[in-house]
């Protein structure tokens, strides 16, 4: 099967402009997760997924949202992008199954604002 | 939302070495997990762990779910063993949930 896959890798924008990454979980996983990680907090919960809806939530400001589409991809939007909004952006499609929870991570999107 | 607290933060040690990486949580979970972050980003979960201990080749994970309290071991360590150790536990404490990270512990074998 394939890995998971986001898209782009690497963006840069400016201050002030909107910015959306895709996630692709593996093939039969519904479950997606987003995690933004910086030098400094490290790596943090952003939302979960689940059949298209959301199920919970970390602690961002509104300017950060997500939605899944029905064939489980996601997509996560930045509006009004800050400086500090740099970061490596993760997603995760998870798997739960007789007793076991994995999560797979993707690549990550590299994010840079100027 | 679940606190992780992750110890310690930074281990340089020589090849051949026993290491133990400390993982602790403030809220009841049903599971644990142990990552592995290699420069560049790529992150691997190495083990979901929800009692006992679990063994994968040199490394070795181990949870208390009375203490809150899991430690990840690496016997006879390697250079290539070099990466950042993440703990993480469910945001909330229950299932159905994103990940609360540790700040995580990077880790240097010397040759």
């Known amino acids: 099967k394939a890995g998971v896959t986001q898209t782009p890798r690497y963006l840069i924008k400016t201050r002030g402009q909107q910015v959306t990454l895709s996630c692709s979980p593996i093939?039969?996983?519904?479950?997606v997760s987003w995690y933004q990680q910086t030098p400094g907090q490290g790596l943090q919960f952003l939302f979960e997924?689940?059949?298209?809806?959301?199920?919970n939530k970390g602690n961002f400001p509104g300017r950060f949202s997500g939605r899944q589409f029905s064939n489980s991809r996601s997509e996560m939007n930045v509006s009004t992008l800050e400086l500090g909004d740099s970061a490596l952006y993760l997603c995760?499609?998870?798997?739960?199954?007789?007793?076991?929870?994995?999560?797979?991570f993707g690549p990550g999107t590299r994010l840079t604002v100027l | 939302k679940n606190e992780v607290e992750q110890s310690p933060q930074n281990l340089t040690a020589q090849e051949g070495e026993f290491i133990t990486i400390n993982c602790s949580y403030s809220?009841?979970?049903?599971?644990l997990h142990w990552l592995q972050q290699h420069p560049g980003g790529g992150i691997v979960s190495l083990f979901m762990?929800?009692?006992g201990k679990k063994k994968h080749g040199r490394l070795i994970a181990t949870i208390n779910i009375q203490e809150k309290h899991s430690s990840l071991h690496i016997t006879a360590s390697h250079p290539r063993d070099s990466a950042v150790y993440i703990c993480?536990?469910?945001?909330?404490?229950?299932?159905?949930?994103?990940?609360?990270f540790g700040k995580g512990t990077h880790l240097i074998i010397q040759p």
């Open positions: 997924y689940f059949s298209e809806t959301q199920r």
């Open positions: 995760a499609s998870r798997l739960t199954s007789g007793g076991l929870d994995t999560q797979y």
């Open positions: 993480a536990a469910p945001y909330s404490g229950g299932g159905a949930d994103g990940l609360t």
């Open positions: 809220v009841g979970i049903s599971a």
């Open positions: 762990l929800s009692s």
């Open positions: 093939s039969g996983h519904r479950s």
